[in-house]
């Protein structure tokens, strides 16, 4: 996984006219896809949050749990893509203290988050499998919108272990 973060690093870095290109493309915080409480007390644990804690102890960046899964949806494995479209639509929110740990983030690394005179913070956002893509873009759109009306620009970048 951390052969697969420095890779997707090295690929965004790369590019000219990356709007998110700093001195060198970097991810601010980690964060991962949540699983409900239902699901962490059935299996124990929450692999994408294992993938993501690990991705940013390696790389010395703060994983912050950003992202809630207030209702179980079932296994998507079963699940049509049509019908894990459906699920995940309004299957996640924000953490509670979202705006708090974005905030208390911002304030120790003001210098590398404003941009052009706006707030900005990139993300690496980790789940364990994509397949159709559902899940990752459910949890970037409650993000995106949650840190927009903060004010907040985010720039969300996806990470998974297998593709399906």
Same mark, same amino acid.
């Given at each position: !996984? +951390?052969? %697969? *973060?420095? /890779?997707?690093? *090295?690929?965004?870095?790369?590019?000219?006219? =990356?709007?998110?290109?700093?001195?060198?493309? =970097?991810? @601010?915080?980690?964060?991962?896809?949540?699983?409900?409480?239902?699901?962490?007390?059935?299996?124990?644990?929450?692999?994408?949050?294992?993938? /993501?804690?690990?991705?940013?102890?390696?790389n010395k960046l703060p994983f912050l749990s950003l992202l809630a899964r207030p209702q179980d949806t079932g296994k998507q494995s079963f699940k049509s893509k049509k019908e894990r479209i459906n699920t !995940? +639509?309004? %299957?996640? =929110?924000?953490?509670?203290? !979202?705006?708090?740990?974005?905030? =208390?983030?911002?304030?120790?690394?003001?210098?590398q988050c404003v941009t052009e005179n706006k707030l900005?913070?990139?993300?690496?956002?980790? @789940? @364990?499998?994509?397949?159709?893509g559902s899940t990752l873009q459910a949890c970037a759109r409650v993000l995106r919108e949650k840190a927009l009306e903060q004010g907040i620009h985010l720039a969300i970048f996806c990470l998974t272990l297998a593709r399906s």
């Open positions: !996984m +951390n052969r %697969a *973060y420095q /890779a997707m690093r *090295y690929e965004f870095a790369s590019h000219k006219h =990356s709007r998110f290109k700093r001195s060198l493309w =970097s991810v @601010d915080v980690v964060t991962c896809v949540p699983v409900s409480e239902k699901r962490l007390t059935e299996r124990g644990f929450n692999q994408a949050q294992i993938l /993501a804690e690990e991705i940013a102890r390696r !995940m +639509n309004n %299957a996640f =929110s924000v953490h509670p203290n !979202m705006t708090n740990l974005l905030n =208390s983030f911002i304030l120790k690394a003001e210098s900005s913070v990139t993300v690496l956002l980790v @789940d @364990d499998i994509y397949t159709t």
